[in-house]
């Protein structure tokens, strides 16, 4: 029996052994790890079966039933027939480059409006957190500034900037720099008091506080920001787009409508949760990348 039990614990040791030297999965093998991963778990099927029960309402409200409000809405027979036809009807399908260019010019947008959002916000909202007298100049500004309506701003962009781009990221930008620079202020603030009095009895300098207590602390609140910023980034671009653009896919959408075809609109709406849905898990992923020592807290502690 001691023996059994000594071959068992040498050949747990080995494998730990095994383990530690080979090191945590990277690149390829981290990705696929995480897809194994989530196959074990019913999230995916879950996923699924939410997408088809989205589109089997859809169909029986347009297509089967026919109900009042839903009667010059497209079903989602005819959308997705479109949508992957090699020589589609009414010109836009994923096999067409006038679809990949809305898709592409957006996005461009998008990554421009958010890295200014970011780029500013963030440190804006360091500093207010971290010096009161700055919060007392800058915070009122903000917040009379921000319940402003993006779509106020639009005759003001048009006239401050020339063309179709530069309004259209100026009005993004605008939206998502609110998100950014408030929650890294509440992401500040949050910062356990305790902290701040363990780095000055070290004798840390107020510069190494910043660095070290400040900026890492508010992490988690700075890229739960950028996630909501992201969101509210393509909320503000596509109202941008419907009112000054050329391309896009706000413009795409309002263009549909303003001819009176449906289909590509929905198209258009469509690939938009799609774009989004994909550029906040991108965001979700770097987070979590930069934060590894927030993802094992949680895990510790069961979450």
């Given at each position: 029996m001691s023996e059994r039990v000594a071959g068992r614990s040498g050949e747990g040791t080995a494998a730990r052994d095994k383990s530690a030297v080979s090191g945590p999965p990277t690149g390829v093998a981290l990705v696929w790890h995480h897809f194994k991963k989530s196959l074990r778990t019913p999230t995916p099927y879950l996923t699924v079966f939410g997408i088809f029960l989205w589109l089997f309402f859809w169909w029986l409200a347009s297509e089967k039933i026919g109900l009042p409000r839903f009667e010059k809405m497209p079903g989602p027979v005819s959308v997705l027939s479109e949508l992957f036809s090699p020589e589609p009807f009414l010109g836009i399908s994923v096999f067409t480059a006038e679809f990949y260019e809305h898709v592409y010019v957006s996005c461009r947008r998008i990554f421009i409006a958010f890295c200014i959002a970011t780029g500013v916000g963030v440190p804006l909202g360091l500093f207010m957190g971290w010096s009161r007298t700055f919060r007392d100049y800058t915070f009122p500004i903000l917040e009379t500034v921000r319940p402003i309506p993006i779509l106020a701003w639009v005759p003001l962009a048009i006239l401050m900037f020339a063309g179709f781009e530069a309004p259209v990221i100026f009005l993004a930008t605008l939206a998502?720099?609110?998100?950014?620079?408030?929650?890294?202020?509440?992401?500040?603030?949050?910062?356990?008091?305790?902290?701040?009095?363990?780095?000055?009895?070290?004798?840390?300098?107020?510069?190494?506080?910043?660095?070290?207590?400040?900026?890492?602390?508010?992490?988690?609140?700075?890229?739960?920001?950028?996630?909501?910023?992201?969101?509210?980034?393509?909320?503000?671009?596509?109202?941008?787009?419907?009112?000054?653009?050329?391309?896009g896919l706000g413009y795409l959408i309002v263009d549909s409508y303003m001819n009176n075809v449906t289909i590509p609109m929905v198209i258009g709406m469509i690939t938009l949760g799609f774009v989004g849905w994909a550029t906040s898990a991108i965001v979700r992923m770097v987070g979590n990348r930069l934060m590894q020592w927030r993802v094992r807290a949680l895990a510790l502690e069961g979450r």
């Open positions: 998502s720099l609110y998100v950014t620079t408030l929650n890294t202020l509440l992401g500040v603030d949050s910062i356990d008091e305790s902290y701040f009095r363990a780095a000055g009895c070290l004798g840390s300098k107020p510069w190494q506080v910043f660095l070290h207590v400040v900026v890492p602390g508010s992490m988690p609140f700075i890229f739960t920001g950028l996630q909501i910023s992201i969101g509210v980034a393509w909320f503000s671009l596509v109202a941008a787009e419907m009112v000054s653009g050329d391309w």
